[in-house]
């Protein structure tokens, strides 16, 4: 079954403020609009949307994205773009420490906390703005994240960020190629003060994890405990993502995952195919092994994806 698409969206650009780090959070809301669309250049990208275009009467479940290390808020902008299609207000948002200009997070408690705040205070702000709130159901709200995004997602969900797990699993796990990088290059992860604890948000009623890195730092108990739905992705051919620390132990833990699917690709399949014009300046996290097509599997995950967050964030009756 696929979603029923609407014919325009409209793409509004908004910064949040950032009081603890005195830092802007750069953000973009994709709705459903019925003001005609046009194609707005983002330097190598081309979106088709209708800018600061007239949102659609009605309030709609809002989604939150979180990239992946060193992306940015466009690094998933055809799901963005298909989950607006299909009636959902999508927020995508770069963090400010950890992003393709900025990567000062890499390693500290800019990374470990910070993150799954910074989802949290954007959140503040689209419920507190009325222009965009006006938009939205409050009580139907979900979150999407690859990578560190979905480690975002989890922790924002789930609370109870504990920087000991991660020391402990970079002392075992020092060749993880990923999320003990940093490590070997600074030892243990560097606090940024202050280092604020990262508080379960129950406002997120539903979560897409994609290829989640870092979930050691979340305890066994906490995971358990977990009772919103979720979608899981894993990457099969995933060069990035250590297991059994990942996927596999979420399978174990989670009590109320809804779909679990296995793409037979690597890491970065989960961004958005890639223009032309990149494919050779960003190889590896543009380019698939041969026989695999992105665009192909991005149909297949941005349908599933929509059916899922339309199933579990139905309206009210």
Request: proline letters at 8%; a neutral charge.
């Amino acid at each position: 079954m696929l979603p029923v698409l609407s014919q325009a969206i409209g793409l509004q650009r908004f910064e949040v403020q950032d009081p603890v780090r005195q830092s802007r959070i750069a953000a973009q809301m994709w709705y459903p609009s019925d003001s005609p669309e046009q194609t707005l250049r983002v330097g190598s990208f081309s979106l088709q949307v209708a800018v600061n275009g007239r949102p659609l009467e009605g309030r709609h479940p809002l989604l939150l994205i979180s990239h992946g290390n060193g992306g940015n808020s466009l690094a998933h902008r055809d799901l963005a773009d298909h989950l607006a299609r299909a009636g959902f207000v999508v927020v995508t948002f770069t963090h400010p420490f950890d992003n393709h200009e900025n990567q000062q997070a890499l390693g500290t408690t800019l990374q470990s906390h910070d993150r799954p705040r910074e989802l949290q205070r954007v959140l503040d702000h689209v419920l507190a703005d009325p222009a965009l709130s006006s938009r939205v159901d409050p009580q139907r709200i979900g979150a999407i994240g690859f990578s560190a995004g979905g480690y975002t997602v989890l922790a924002s969900a789930a609370g109870d960020v504990q920087q000991a797990r991660y020391d402990a699993y970079c002392s075992s796990q020092r060749d993880d190629p990923l999320t003990c990088k940093a490590y070997r290059e600074r030892g243990f992860i560097q606090p940024v003060e202050p280092v604020l604890p990262v508080v379960a948000d129950p406002r997120l009623k539903a979560l897409v994890l994609m290829a989640p890195a870092g979930v050691f730092m979340l305890s066994d108990e906490r995971l358990r405990q977990l009772q919103q739905p979720v979608l899981l992705y894993q990457a099969s051919q995933d060069h990035l993502i250590r297991e059994p620390f990942s996927v596999e132990r979420l399978r174990k833990l989670l009590p109320n995952i809804r779909g679990d699917h296995r793409i037979e690709a690597g890491h970065f399949v989960f961004i958005a195919p890639c223009p032309s014009n990149l494919v050779a300046e960003l190889a590896e996290i543009c380019s698939d092994a041969p026989g695999i097509d992105r665009a192909a599997i991005h149909r297949r995950i941005n349908n599933d994806v929509t059916l899922f967050f339309q199933q579990q964030l139905p309206p009210a009756p």
